[in-house]
């Protein structure tokens, strides 16, 4: 059973930049593919991006292609979400997802 946590949420201004973090235990890391859902008040979780298990192949979401960055560290059993030229839309719950399990979240507010 995989455990996953997140951190590096926070409030931060429309324009600036914050770093998730996705620490992973019990499975062996590199065996599976991680992801980035997002899930804003009143709204469905939805997905933000992909990465595979070596992180040759990754998948954005168009509303925030050119603006975030997933990677991982196999070494470290962490994974990261690098988000750039934030907007206020990009205000959510993250959560991280990888080898059936679940984060529990954290906030991301963004200030306009």
């Known amino acids: 059973q995989v455990q996953l946590v997140e951190s590096g949420g926070g409030l931060v201004q429309a324009g600036g930049s914050l770093r998730l973090s996705c620490a992973a235990s019990g499975r062996t890391f590199s065996s599976y593919a991680m992801g980035w859902f997002r899930q804003a008040p009143g709204k469905e979780r939805e997905l933000v991006a992909v990465i595979n298990t070596f992180g040759h192949s990754t998948y954005y979401a168009d509303s925030v292609k050119g603006r975030f960055t997933i990677s991982r560290d196999n070494a470290k059993n962490t994974m990261y979400l690098q988000m750039n030229s934030l907007k206020p839309e990009d205000t959510a719950v993250y959560y991280c997802?990888?080898?059936?399990?679940w984060g529990q979240g954290t906030q991301v507010t963004v200030s306009s």
């Open positions: 997802t990888g080898g059936n399990g």
